[in-house]
């Protein structure tokens, strides 16, 4: 595997490796949309009806900005609009180049650019908008097009189904079917079962024959998921499978030929489990012949935004309610929280919020408390020391990026909003 794939690289035309597909994702207030953005072509950011990206506010301008792609270059240029055009923290003049991952702001709305590998998909909004993740699922589509097996690692709620699910979508097999099965949810007797089939009559309530997942998804993709919670001897049975391409029913006799791509995924550290004795260490080396590693949501704070305003869209619509808008100080909590459960307990907080939210907005108050509470000293005697030590950081930061905020707040780790809010916070 490379050490380095550079995202820019994707963009220089000179160097001969332009992507076919070229999007950009808009996060406005009905939610996330995505639109290509073929060589040539040319979008319209405004008010107007015949904008080809539509921002219905009254902060925008009938014809606001321009995007615009010529071979691998894209540029957003600001159309002389009121309110101005956005990019990396700073309020742009005429013509600015863009880079993967940017994000443009234009009134309440959110647009970021991204690319797709040559002749792949566009991924799912609110899922590869985040720089941090750009080069896991730049690698992984590379893979995608290998018969080779993919190990996923990650932390719990991290998006392991989600990456693997784009490596089936960016697969020649993505036209076949893509079956999950967690390893850790079944009983042993039952999990080898559901992941070979059986034969009618091969247990007690075997009533007919049945296919497992190996059969079921032949033709596509297989994830399975915490694969090292799998038994010693579930484990060999496994490894056989995964050599010989052929499964053999519980109770039967015959092999059954299977073409199957097997994604596995976990967040357990497989190589103790190794040391440990309770992962076989072949088995390890048969699925980790590729491995991704998905950064935690803590360690690409950028992307808490975009997710919040997908997600609260989402579950808006499920729940069949406007989307509300989220306030700049309950952005700047959810931006402040570490999230110990990734991008599945951000989803349950914004979930919780539409839910408890009234009058088309969301406030610290309608967060679940644990993150509501996030940026307050956890006790109140430690109170002054807690807040002394984060002004410290806060002005020795902005003093080395000679005051300009969207540096400080990269060496910070925090996004631009939320260090606005501690700056407001703390009086500087």
């Not at 590998?117 to 909004?125: D, F, G, I, S, V």
């Not at 090292?228 to 092999?255: F, I, M, N, W, Y």
């Not at 190794?274 to 088995?283: E, I, M, N, S, W």
Request: proline share 6%; hydrophobic share 40%; with cysteine.
């Amino acid at each position: 595997m490379p050490d380095e794939i550079s995202t820019v690289e994707a963009f220089d035309a000179e160097a001969g490796n332009t992507p076919s597909q070229v999007f950009v994702v808009t996060y406005g207030p009905n939610g996330p949309e995505v639109a290509d953005l073929g060589d040539g072509q040319t979008l319209i950011i405004g008010r107007s009806r015949r904008a080809a990206l539509r921002v219905d506010d009254a902060k925008v301008s009938r014809q606001h900005a321009r995007l615009r792609r010529r071979g691998g270059e894209v540029t957003v240029e600001d159309l002389k609009s009121t309110n101005g055009t956005w990019l990396r923290g700073s309020r742009i003049n005429g013509t600015q180049r863009l880079e993967p991952g940017d994000e443009v702001r234009v009134g309440p709305a959110r647009i970021v650019l991204g690319v797709a590998a040559k002749n792949q998909p566009a991924p799912a909004p609110g899922v590869v908008m985040d720089p941090a993740l750009d080069r896991v699922y730049r690698i992984a589509r590379r893979v995608a097009g290998t018969p080779t097996t993919v190990l996923i690692l990650g932390e719990t709620g991290s998006g392991k189904e989600l990456l693997a699910e784009e490596i089936h979508r960016a697969s020649p097999r993505r036209s076949g079917p893509f079956l999950r099965l967690n390893c850790a949810a079944l009983p042993e007797g039952l999990l080898e079962s559901e992941l070979f089939g059986h034969e009618r009559g091969a247990f007690t309530g075997a009533d007919k024959r049945k296919e497992g997942y190996f059969e079921a998804a032949s033709g596509g993709t297989l994830l399975l998921d915490e694969i090292g919670e799998l038994s010693l001897p579930l484990q060999a049975k496994l490894l056989r499978v995964l050599e010989d391409k052929k499964v053999t029913h519980l109770g039967g006799t015959q092999a059954i030929a299977v073409d199957v791509r097997i994604v596995c995924s976990t967040n357990r550290d497989l190589e103790e489990r190794v040391k440990a004795g309770t992962f076989r260490q072949d088995l390890f080396f048969r699925i980790s012949a590729f491995s991704l590693t998905l950064p935690p949501l803590r360690e690409r704070p950028g992307a808490v935004a975009q997710l919040a305003v997908h997600f609260c869209a989402e579950h808006a619509a499920a729940a069949g309610k406007p989307t509300p808008r989220i306030d700049d100080e309950a952005m700047a909590r959810l931006e402040g929280y570490a999230w110990p459960g990734n991008v599945r307990e951000l989803s349950n907080a914004i979930e919780h919020a539409v839910v408890m939210a009234s009058a088309g907005r969301i406030g610290p108050e309608h967060l679940p408390e644990r993150v509501a509470q996030a940026s307050q000293p956890a006790a109140p005697g430690m109170r002054g020391r807690l807040d002394a030590a984060e002004r410290r950081e806060i002005v020795d930061a902005l003093a080395a990026s000679g005051g300009n905020q969207t540096q400080a707040a990269k060496r910070l780790g925090l996004s631009r909003r939320a260090l606005i809010y501690k700056l407001k916070k703390h009086g500087i």
